[in-house]
């Protein structure tokens, strides 16, 4: 054994080291080059049989020549990882420059925007709201609202039946029978029922599907004036403060007397325009006092309860409010239509 048998292992390795490009032939390698198999070791075993001068000349250069490979080993590995790293970087680059996709949001369409309101401005005067079912039974969209079976008003309210008994409601007025139902007699009870109805209807002021909003008051003391007041009101929220309301006599099975209710153009001030057929009046609702029949049917005593009620149509109110000429938009769901009334 000699010296340079030393200096030879450790230039063979660090060749070997330089030429290595990746991690496992790195790790290979320094099991060669410096684990317990390795020729560095293999010389160690040697030592014993050299004089003690030498012993301590050739262990120094053993060591030596170990720890070199062992941080040309680091070095090597440190550098791998560098390399490896950058070329993630580089496939994981992401361009800023690239125009970013459009996100596009949503707006309110404007029949919500009206029962939003609607239903707001009730709560606030401390009514409950409820909504009732799309589809019921002929029991309580009719015969419970005093429309009996072959009554000539069942023709004004065609609707799509599923059988023979259960339809999708033609009125919201269908509502009331269950809140009345489920109020077993007693009052006072103060409800709104916002949602869908249909009939057999369509031109551009009617769709087969529409939304009414109805309010039922029933008290003790219930009077027309209370109607009038919450009508003038809630139609001045809607509509401007200077609308007034003018009742017409009219018919529903349900209430008695029944009134259709017209307000003031908002749009002449009542001079007389387009939008009022130059009568300075706009045709808007149906209500009335709950007709002592109606209240008997749901099990009020009509000597002591009274009640108030009114319908409006939700889409009536958004094409009046927000000047729309066809109903069907309101259905098309056009985003650029919808966007021009939400300001949300
Ligand atoms: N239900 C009636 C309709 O749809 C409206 C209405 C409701 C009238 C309440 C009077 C009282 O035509």
Request: some cysteine.
């Amino acid at each position: 054994m000699n010296i340079n048998d030393v200096e030879k292992v450790y230039q063979e390795g660090k060749n070997r080291i330089e030429d290595v490009e990746d991690e496992n032939e790195l790790n290979n390698l320094r099991a060669e080059l410096v684990g317990k198999k390795s020729s560095l070791n293999s010389l160690f075993s040697k030592i014993k049989e050299l004089t003690i001068e030498e012993k301590k000349v050739f262990g120094e250069k053993i060591n030596k020549a170990r720890d070199a490979l062992n941080s040309l080993i680091a070095e090597k590995q440190e550098k791998i990882r560098q390399k490896k790293l950058a070329k993630k970087i580089e496939s994981e680059k992401i361009d800023v420059t690239l125009p970013s996709r459009t996100v596009t949001s949503g707006a309110k369409n404007p029949f919500k925007l009206i029962v939003d309101d609607f239903v707001d401005y009730f709560m606030s005067l401390g009514y409950e709201v409820v909504e009732g079912s799309d589809v019921e039974t002929d029991h309580y969209n009719f015969e419970l609202l005093n429309i009996p079976k072959d009554h000539p008003s069942r023709d004004m309210q065609d609707t799509f039946f599923i059988d023979k008994n259960r339809l999708l409601r033609s009125h919201t007025s269908a509502a009331q029978a269950h809140v009345m139902e489920r109020a077993k007699g007693k009052g006072p009870i103060k409800v709104i029922c916002p949602g869908k109805t249909y009939r057999r209807d369509e031109d551009v002021t009617h769709s087969h599907q529409f939304g009414q909003i109805e309010c039922l008051v029933i008290d003790e003391n219930a009077t027309m004036g209370q109607l009038e007041e919450t009508l003038t009101l809630m139609l001045r929220h809607f509509f401007g403060e200077n609308r007034k309301v003018r009742f017409r006599p009219s018919f529903f099975p349900f209430t008695e007397p029944s009134v259709e209710v017209d307000m003031s153009c908002f749009s002449c001030e009542g001079k007389g325009c387009s939008m009022c057929k130059h009568t300075g009046w706009i045709e808007l609702l149906g209500a009335g006092m709950v007709n002592p029949n109606v209240l008997r049917l749901n099990g009020f005593d009509d000597e002591k309860y009274k009640g108030f009620a009114f319908g409006i149509g939700i889409d009536r109110f958004a094409m009046l409010k927000y000047g729309i000429d066809d109903i069907k938009r309101i259905y098309t769901n056009d985003i650029d239509f919808l966007k021009q009334f939400s300001k949300e």
